[in-house]
């Protein structure tokens, strides 16, 4: 199951470049096979991150997940063709590795969608010490 859509992979490379980077028959279309084993590859390589800290499939993805399975994606389709990726996809890859490796960590969440339900869903949480004096403990002084 792939986190992402080709569908969200266009809203990020225009069709031209995405012929460029797909079209091995020279058609002058979008090979989708080519974009969904890219999404497929980029899905199996965040799973390998998650997989450690939650089961897997996860029954409903976090949206963060599809925004990071597309800069994946999209690096790997400018390593596909072996081509000079333009630099903002590179950052977009180290951006989502980075995240992905916080939550394996266990030192990030995956948000308001997080399967261990760790997210905060809009909601404040405060946790503090008790305190060192209240009016019980000063009536003994």
């Known amino acids: 199951m792939s986190y992402a859509t080709i569908a969200d992979l266009r809203q990020w490379i225009d ?3 995405l012929v460029q980077l797909t079209d091995d028959d020279d058609t002058g279309l979008v090979n989708e096979d080519v974009v969904a084993t890219v ?4 899905s199996i390589e965040i799973d390998g991150y998650l997989g450690g800290r939650y089961p897997l499939p996860l029954a ?3 949206a963060i997940l599809g ?3 597309v800069d ?3 690096w790997l389709l400018y390593v596909r063709r072996d081509a000079g990726a333009p630099p903002h996809w590179l950052e977009r890859y ?4 980075a995240f992905l490796n916080k939550v ?7 948000g308001a969608g997080d399967p261990e339900g760790t997210g905060s869903n809009g909601t404040l949480v405060v946790a503090a010490a ?3 004096f209240s009016s019980n403990k000063l009536t003994t002084y």
Not at 94 to 97: M, P
Not at 104 to 110: C, H, I
Request: hydrophobic share 40%; with cysteine.
């Open 15 to 17: 069709e031209a470049t």
């Open 39 to 42: 999404l497929e590859s980029a």
């Open 60 to 62: 409903t993805p976090p």
């Open 67 to 69: 925004k990071y399975c």
């Open 72 to 74: 994946i994606a999209g």
């Open 94 to 97: 180290k951006t989502a590795i």
């Open 104 to 110: 394996a960590a266990g030192t990030l969440k995956l």
């Open 130 to 132: 008790d305190a060192e």
